[in-house]
């Protein structure tokens, strides 16, 4: 296969950028997408995290830019303004080393809205990378206009459908171009979704990165049954078990991690939290004191699972398991970036286990491990496999004391009465269910007879 960046209807600029960030073979998503989007095809693409989809659409998009036309040529939708914040520095990243020159503008909610407005009067953006909320604000009040709008880029839309965003996207899709070229990047494409793309693209060619597990294979994936132990102290076992390089723990309310940060603080730990109860300085600096090594432990809600890129992590933990249970698989994401090696270590109890199941089912593998002399080592799971049993040969409850009684008594001929007791349930659960039908169509009948006089 030839190196899609080597492609002659990239500009060689472009190329050349590329090369000189160290981008030089592309990933899958990237050979797969940028192909598309250059021959101007709408485009749905299905990619797990960290599999190099911002720079699939980015390369194309830059590309067609013409920059003699000063207006608004191509719009990227985030939804988040981390993640918009995100995506406007790689944008700029890969102009300034193409030599490149074209306006890019980041507009997204709880950032200074007048000040915003005052860039747009000083030069109009050719790209505009915006929160849903903050592109619709700017549309509705005509800020600039998108009567030449070329390419209208979606990201994290499963995202941006969970945050309810997805009528602010509709408000300016409909208001785009006909020929305006349409692609939608997901880790998932939920029927609601689907549906809703459907309206803005006619066949678009549908592109799924598949893999045989949901995360990347450089990822080691743990699982520990806490049993009565307290999670607060396995939590502290295993961050100071390995020495991590940067550990990102996850919790669910903001709560927990102002009560996980304070715990772990009380024990001399250097740590850091975000969620979104800290102002959006903090947040930055937050972040900025992070990638200059000044934290080796986080603690964060889901907002860093799909809000923040955060280099280096090498071990993520799940201290609890989230309601939506993807964000589990968008947690573990962050580690194992980019063919490094990461390690991540979900903390569950029994009763948790159907979660785990569940997980499995949506094609996560979990190793079973359990601290031993300051080191995790492989358990077996005995109550899990019991569990399994159970579940495959479930019985009434009614019949589970004669069974056992049975059982007990060891007369002879007793496997005969049982199975002759479960049959004899079965048909009496029958003759009811045929009684209650019967019922039912006399009913039905006296209804319609009534309605007829």
Known sequence: MNNIFKDPRIKPEIQAGLEKIHFTKPTEVQEKVIPVLLTHKNAVVQAVTGSGKTHAYLVPVLNEI?????????????????????????????????????????????????????????????????????????????????????????????????????????????????????????????????????????HPEQIVIGSKTIIAPTIKNDLIDIGSKNRKKILYQLLTMGQPYLALVFANTKQKVDELTEFLQNQGMKVAKIHGGITERQRKRTLREVENGQFQYVVATDLAARGLDINGVSLVINYEIPRDLEFVIHRIGRTGRNGLSGHAVTLIREEEMDRIEELEKMGLHFDFVEIKNGELVPRKHYHRRNNRKAKNHKIDTKLNGYVKKEKRKRKPGYKKKIKRAIQEDKMQKRKLEQRHEVRKAKRLRKRRRDRGR
């Open 66 to 202: 013409d920059t003699t036309k000063e207006y608004v040529q191509a719009i990227i939708t985030a939804p988040s303004r981390e993640l918009a914040e995100q995506l406007y520095q790689v944008a700029r990243q890969l102009r300034d080393a193409s030599g490149l020159n074209i306006s890019i503008a980041h507009f997204a909610g709880g950032t200074d809205r007048e000040r915003q407005l005052k860039k747009l009067e000083n030069r109009k953006p050719q790209l505009v990378i915006a929160t849903p909320g903050r592109l619709y604000d700017f549309v509705q009040k005509k800020n600039f206009a998108i009567d030449h709008v070329k390419a209208f880029i979606i990201d994290e839309a499963d995202m941006t459908l969970d945050m309810g965003f997805l009528e602010n996207i509709d408000y300016v899709a409909k208001r785009l171009p006909k020929d305006t070229l349409f692609a939608a990047f997901s880790a998932t494409i939920p029927v609601k979704l689907s549906n809703f793309l459907r309206k803005y693209m006619d």
